[in-house]
């Protein structure tokens, strides 16, 4: 067996897909009509047309159990795109115990979105701020090696961006 994705249900698929492309830029792969599968790897369904397929059974929104989660380094610039936006925040952004930066916010129906920064950019930033490979580790709970790696990963990327 092979897990394929999540599945969330909304309301209104021009509004949520609005929400993901528009805001979040997702990129559809596949679109069902009331079903739309993004790049990444999670759909969203029509709730009136899911209810259908599982018997008329009930639909409870919003449990607070579940989130969608994303990653994008300049994150300072998204929250203030998601603020333009009127989005209503779970939390505006912070640092995780383990130095993360990331926010929560809803999505129009009212499903948590994480979106954080990755791995190799904590360290990238860590490392901008003067701290060592082991000061890294022992602030985020990640291994020397797993540190190590995640640097030279974020040091290839901005070789990169900076190459070309």
């Known amino acids: 067996m092979k897990f394929i994705c999540p599945l969330i249900t909304v309301s209104d698929i021009k509004r949520s897909r609005d929400f993901y492309e528009k805001l979040l830029n997702q990129k559809v792969k596949y679109d069902f009509g ?13 709730k009136s047309h899911f209810k259908e397929l599982i ?24 929250v203030n795109t998601l603020k333009a936006g009127d989005v209503v925040f779970v939390h505006e952004l912070r640092e995780q115990a383990w130095k993360q930066k990331v926010v929560r916010f809803y999505d129009p129906d009212n499903h948590i979105i994480e979106v954080g920064e990755s791995m190799e950019h904590l360290v990238f930033r860590l490392q901008k701020e ?18 190590n790696d995640l640097s030279e990963n974020a040091n290839r990327a901005q070789t990169t961006n900076i190459g070309g």
């Open 130 to 147: 003067g701290l060592s490979i082991e000061q890294i580790s022992k602030l985020t709970g990640m291994s020397v090696a797993l540190v």
């Open 55 to 78: 018997d008329n059974k009930e639909i409870k929104q919003g449990g607070h159990n579940f989130e969608l989660y994303f990653e994008f380094d300049d994150i300072e610039k998204l």
């Open 34 to 46: 009331e079903n739309v599968t993004f790049h990444g790897d999670f759909a969203i369904h029509l």
